[in-house]
Every structure is written in structure tokens, then in C-alpha cells.
């Protein structure tokens, strides 16, 4: 496998789960998720313990599910309830595995990995999905290829002149210093634009004529986080790279969880701290979010069917790659260190 272990993926978001069963594969394991009537979610492993068929085709009966082939009745601790012949005693040693799940920055979490380990303050810190005076919306994507493909994209803004021509991409994207940081598991790749012209998106938000300092500050977080730091403020307002809330902000949030290692479960969304109080807004920009990683999804599916056609070829990285190269390098020793003995 190519993902890291122990560690909290997005199975969904919060509005995806209700009451009804809910499949998903993470990480290459088939779950099924569904809220409590207490609205808590449940996560356990989508095959009953008799045949396998799928649980998420089951019947829900208050807290537990029952399945639809011959009616083996687990709770919502993964344990037996009731057995297909009425009559017969329940055995306890038949069991669903359930797995940790969390709620946090309008997202689910599900612990792959080591059960014992779940610990809620190891969640991503997706702050700006929380803040105080920011909101935060988004979609979901499912997408063909290796995450790995996706996060490479992602740290690597280059791509927009091409990619995205017609809606975010500028010259100036080309032509700004790209500068690559590592702190730890951390890796930060910048770009500055200083008196550029705002492209169209950005005029509307900040409202104001004249030249704007332009920032994308790409943060990649383990286990398969970017979060993009993207904005514009006045020339003259006194951003920096390091503070820039001097004019509109925003993070582009970005989740890859994998599904298998060829296809990926894309989470995505925009927090910001302007136009706050607008749900049009939020409703628009999702939409114009949707057209825009349409445009990336295209790419990264034809790239993961060129790199199975051409098994005899390699990757090569450039200087635009330098974050993606990191972030992968990152990802390998954070696996080597789980696999060392304790
Ligand atoms: S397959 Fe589920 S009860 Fe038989
Ligand atoms: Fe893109």
C-alpha cells in the first residue's frame, strides 16, 4: 500500500452520513457508516460475518442493522444481537470490526490502523474550517488515480496557467519565485506575487481597484492534507508572507483520502474570511470550486492511465516539483517509523 497507518483519513462529510447505511472504501477496507438516534456516526467493516454480503444493504432497526440476506442482526458495536434462526443462542464471538470515528471541521474521521492508537487530538488541524468569522463549504469528488497524484498537483500551483486557463491561471503564476520549506512533517511551498493585476475572482472579493500583492501558500499536513493560503491585498496595506490579513483571505482545503492505490476520495472546500454573512456566495463559489477541480480531474485520470500503459517509464520531477517530491519523501519515513519494531 502507499498511505500512511495510524492515522485519521476523511471518510465523509457530516452532512453525507445520516441515519441510512453508508458505503464507503477507505483505505482499501469496505465500511458502512450510520448515526445512532443519538446522531453519533458508527463505522463498522461492510460485510456480514455469515456470507459477506455488504451490510450497507442491511435494514436499519433503531441503533443496529440487520442484514438483508438471512437476517443476522448486529448492534452498533459490531456484535452479534440476534442470529439468522431465531431461536438459536447468540454467539458473541460473532462480530463486525468497527473502527474509531471522530467529528471535527464538518467532517468525519475514521482511524486506519491500530484501533488502541485512535486519539481525536491527532486530527489534522484544519483551523480555518473552525474559526471564528470564517466559513467553510465544499464538495466531494471521487477521482481514478494514486492521492499521490493529487497532492502533487496540488503543491504545484504551476499547473493553473494550463490546467485551469480560463478561470484562475495568470502569467504572473509562472514567473513568481516559487520558495520550498520543511519543518518536520510539515512542507510549505510559497509564492508571492508583489503589484500584480487581481485576476477577475479576486477583484470581486476585495471590492477595490488598483494593483494587489497576490499570495498561494501551499501547506501539506500528514496523513494527506493541503491546505492553500490564497488571497490579495492592496499594494501599499502592509502584507507580508508571513501576515497577510490585510485584504481577502482564504484556504483552499484539500483531503485526499485513498480508496484504493489507483483511486482516491477528493474532499474539498473553501474556508474564508470574507463575504462571511453571503450563503449565495458560498453556494457560487462551490459551484465555480466543482468546474475548476473538474478541470484537474480530466488530467490526473489520463496521467494515472498514461502511467499504467507506460509501466516502463518513470515520473520525473522538475524544479516545480520540488514540493511534491518532498511531501512524498515525508509520507515514506512517517511509514518506515510505523513499521519499526517499538
Ligand atoms: S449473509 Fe448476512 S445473515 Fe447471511
Ligand atoms: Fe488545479
Given amino acids: 500500500m502507499t498511505w500512511l497507518e495510524n492515522s485519521w483519513y476523511v471518510a465523509a462529510w457530516d452532512s453525507e452520513v445520516d441515519r441510512a447505511p453508508f458505503a464507503r472504501t477507505i483505505c482499501g477496507v469496505p465500511v458502512v457508516m450510520y448515526r445512532k438516534l443519538d446522531g453519533n456516526v458508527v463505522a463498522m467493516r461492510d460485510a456480514c460475518p455469515h456470507r459477506l454480503l455488504p451490510l450497507s444493504m442491511g435494514i436499519k432497526e433503531d441503533d443496529s442493522l440487520r442484514c438483508r440476506y438471512h437476517g443476522l442482526r448486529v448492534g452498533p458495536d459490531g456484535a452479534a444481537e440476534e442470529m439468522p434462526l431465531k431461536t438459536a443462542a447468540v454467539k458473541k464471538a460473532v462480530c463486525v470490526e468497527t473502527f474509531a470515528v471522530a467529528e471535527k471541521h464538518r467532517f468525519i474521521w475514521l482511524w486506519v490502523g491500530d484501533k488502541a492508537k485512535a486519539d481525536p487530538a491527532l486530527i489534522p488541524d484544519l483551523w480555518p474550517c473552525s474559526a471564528e468569522g470564517w466559513v467553510f463549504d465544499g464538495g466531494y469528488s471521487p477521482i481514478a488515480c494514486d492521492y499521490r497524484l493529487l497532492i502533487d498537483n496540488l ?42 493585476d487581481a485576476p477577475p475572482f479576486w477583484r470581486g472579493a476585495l471590492k477595490k481597484p488598483g494593483p494587489v500583492d497576490r499570495w498561494q501558500i501551499c501547506h501539506f499536513l500528514l496523513p494527506s492534507v493541503v491546505m492553500i493560503d490564497v488571497g490579495v491585498a492592496p499594494v501599499g496595506a502592509g502584507a507580508t508572507i508571513e501576515d497577510h490579513d490585510q485584504g481577502v ?48 480531474i480530466v488530467v490526473l485520470e489520463a496521467q494515472q492511465r498514461s502511467i499504467a500503459a507506460n509501466p516502463d517509464l518513470k515520473l520525473r520531477a522538475y524544479q516545480i516539483d520540488e ?13 518506515e517509523r510505523q513499521m519499526e519494531p517499538a
Fill in 249 to 296: 483571505r482564504g484556504f483552499v482545503i484539500d483531503f485526499m483520502t485513498p480508496e484504493s492505490e489507483t483511486t482516491t476520495h477528493y474532499f474539498w472546500g473553501m474556508a474564508r474570511n470574507f463575504a462571511a454573512d453571503d450563503p449565495g456566495f458560498t453556494a457560487g463559489f462551490r459551484k465555480q470550486q466543482n468546474v475548476v477541480f473538474n478541470e484537474d
Fill in 323 to 335: 514540493g511534491g517530491v518532498r511531501v512524498r519523501r515525508i509520507i515514506d519515513r512517517a511509514r
Fill in 155 to 196: 503543491m504545484d500551483l504551476t499547473h493553473e496557467t494550463y490546467v485551469h486557463n480560463g478561470s484562475i491561471g495568470q502569467p504572473e503564476l509562472m514567473e513568481a519565485e516559487i520558495e520550498t520549506e520543511v519543518d518536520g512533517d510539515h512542507v510549505r511551498v510559497s509564492r508571492w506575487m508583489p503589484g500584480v
